[in-house]
T-cell receptor
Framework: GAVVSQHPSWVICKSGTSVKIECRSLDFQATTMFWYRQFPKQSLMLMATSNEGSKATYEQGVEKDKFLINHASLTLSTLTVTSAHPEDSSFYIC???????????FGSGTRLTVV | GENVEQHPSTLSVQEGDSAVIKCTYSDSASNYFPWYKQELGKGPQLIIDIRSNVGEKKDQRIAVTLNKTAKHFSLHITETQPEDSAVYFCAARLGYQKVTFGTGTKLQVIP
């Protein structure tokens, strides 16, 4: 089946540094990828929709300068958390729609801790 | 935009019993309703889905029902097993791209 590989699975960084999270579609081409943020015991909140070769579409309230999204190829989308602060600590998850199918495949998530 | 409500937030059942999780959505134009299972520290996994032109779908012990008129959809798990313990999310898709998630249900199956 379709697999989305997300790395790293966890990362700890110092406040003020930047962190990049990668999502790769392994056996299919993902024209569109979605980036979610999930706080403990809460639901997934859509941050942005990433489209290959164009600018990402951010949800209301999400700082585009802080959460930089790049979707340079049909198999790779990256989320960079710039100048990270402790309040950015969260579980970040990407997903992609597989071709014309309805289903969305999710990555395994990245636990970001900013200290 | 779409708003999805999910109940209950926690659910404990004895092994072998059935579990039912219910969701409502706000926008009648939503056309696709997936259910996801999320284990601790992992990404969600699709377990079953249903499109708006179908009223019910079943896959072994899992079934989903959809009432478009009432804008309700439900997940039914029969003969629950301890490995069914996880957080379950319903979702609704408005249009062709964006998916809105419910608030999640933590299911505990007691052996």
């Amino acid at each position: 089946g379709a697999v989305v590989s997300q790395h790293p699975s966890w990362v700890i960084c110092k406040s003020g540094t930047s962190v990049k999270i990668e999502c790769r579609s392994l056996d299919f081409q993902a024209t569109t990828m979605f980036w979610y943020r999930q706080f403990p015991k809460q639901s997934l909140m859509l941050m942005a929709t990433s489209n290959e070769g164009s600018k990402a579409t951010y949800e209301q309230g999400v700082e585009k300068d802080k959460f930089l999204i790049n979707h340079a190829s049909l198999t790779l989308s990256t989320l960079t958390v710039t100048s990270a602060h402790p309040e950015d600590s969260s579980f970040y998850i990407c997903s992609a729609r597989v071709g014309s199918l309805d289903g969305y495949t999710f990555g395994s998530g990245t636990r970001l801790t900013v200290v | 935009g779409e708003n999805v409500e999910q109940h209950p937030s926690t659910l404990s059942v004895q092994e072998g019993d059935s579990a039912v999780i219910k969701c409502t959505y706000s926008d009648s134009a939503s056309n696709y309703f997936p259910w996801y299972k999320q284990e601790l520290g992992k990404g969600p996994q699709l377990i079953i889905d249903i499109r708006s032109n179908v009223g019910e779908k079943k896959d072994q012990r899992i079934a989903v029902t959809l009432n478009k008129t009432a804008k309700h959809f439900s997940l039914h798990i029969t003969e629950t097993q301890p490995e069914d313990s996880a957080v379950y999310f319903c979702a609704a898709r408005l249009g062709y791209q964006k998916v809105t998630f419910g608030t999640g249900t933590k299911l505990q199956v007691i052996p």
